[in-house]
Every structure is written in C-alpha cells, then in structure tokens.
Nanobody
Framework: QVQLVESGGGLVQAGGSLRLSCAAS???????????MGWYRQAPGKQRELVAM???????NYADSVKGRFTISGDNAKNTVFLQMNNLKVEDTAVYYC???????????WGQGTQVTVSS
C-alpha cells in the first residue's frame, strides 16, 4: 500500500510563512518507478493545479504564481519532500496535495490533502 503522509498546513496571515512536509512509504520509488514528487493544490471551485514538483535528478517545476516565494526541496534518504512557502497571499488558500509520479505532470499517487488558509 503506497502512502503519502502530509503535514504542516494551517492558518496564517498574509505575508506569513508555512512549511509543508510529505513522507512517502518505503519502496515507492523503486517498485513504482516514481521519479517526481511534490505538491498540487485545489481551491474551491477551481481545478487542481501544479504548485511545485522536484525530480530525483534535482530538477524543479513551479507554478508562475509561486515563483520567488515557494521553494521545494527533498531528502532522498527519508523519501520526504518539503515545501517552504513564504510571503503567502490570500490567493494561496487551498487544499494542498502531495503528489508522486513518473513525471511532474504524470501523477500516480496522491496524499490525503492538507488545508492552507491565508487570511488578509
């Protein structure tokens, strides 16, 4: 059973920071050929969108709306990725989903989601 366990969501004022973590179950990368891991988000009434993804080679993809504010990093030894979110805006409010797949836009597994709410 593949598991992606997220933590770190919450309520923060605009301009503040949060750090999300996602730990993957052991074996996910070799058994399922997962090459990319990271975060998508979905706001009410909107489609799920890529926020930031990182490959095992270290390549990163960011949504234009978060570039310069969010940073994704990974700890390969612990099968964990982190999303440091700085200078948060009200429009960043969404459920953030950890994602893993063969490529940044080819997602095979999803976490349960964690709520991030940014107040004005």
């Amino acid at each position: 059973q593949v598991q992606l366990v997220e933590s770190g969501g919450g309520l923060v004022q605009a301009g503040g920071s949060l750090r999300l973590s996602c730990a993957a179950s052991r074996g996910i990368f070799t058994i399922f050929r997962i090459n990319a891991m990271g975060w998508y988000r979905q706001a009410p009434g909107k489609q799920r969108e890529l926020v930031a993804m990182i490959t095992w080679g270290g390549s990163t993809n960011y949504a234009d709306s978060v570039k310069g504010r969010f940073t994704i990093s990974g700890d390969n030894a612990k099968n964990t990725v982190f999303l440091q979110m700085n200078n948060l805006k009200v429009e960043d409010t969404a459920v953030y989903y950890c994602a893993a797949g063969g490529a940044p836009t080819q997602i095979n597994f999803w976490g349960q989601g964690t709520q991030v709410t940014v107040s004005s």
